[in-house]
Nanobody, 120 residues
Framework: QVELVEFGGGLVQAGGSLRLSCAAS????????MGWFRQAPGKEREFVAI????????YYTDSVKGRFIISRDNAKNTVYLQMNSLKPEDTAVYYC?????????????WGKGTLVTVSS
């Protein structure tokens, strides 16, 4: 079992930046891919970004490409999501996930989420 806890959510103005962190504990595995997903009010949860264990492989949903950067520190069992040029439509609960496959459908473990609110 892997436990994931997200940090760093909050309120930010449009155009601003925010960095989310996700700390993994429990039965951590250095082979896990890590990802970020989000769920906006009234919408389904959607994929945001994924990073493979070696940080060589990264994938982003089109709407965040060029604005968000996913990274990880395996020594700290932590994954980050740097969010720049934030837009009101980025407002959502952001979830951290871990899994054995670096694909949106390959996540096995989930955090409880952290709320990001972008004001216009």
């Amino acid at each position: 079992q892997v436990e994931l806890v997200e940090f760093g959510g909050g309120l930010v103005q449009a155009g601003g930046s925010l960095r989310l962190s996700c700390a993994a504990s429990g039965r951590t595995s250095s082979s896990y891919a890590m990802g970020w997903f989000r769920q906006a009010p009234g919408k389904e949860r959607e994929f945001v970004a994924i990073i493979g264990w070696g940080s060589i492989t990264t994938y982003y949903t089109d709407s965040v490409k060029g604005r968000f950067i996913i990274s990880r520190d395996n020594a700290k069992n932590t994954v980050y999501l740097q969010m720049n040029s934030l837009k009101p439509e980025d407002t959502a609960v952001y979830y951290c996930a871990a899994g054995r496959s670096a694909t949106p459908g390959g996540m096995d473990y989930w955090g409880k989420g952290t709320l990001v609110t972008v004001s216009s």
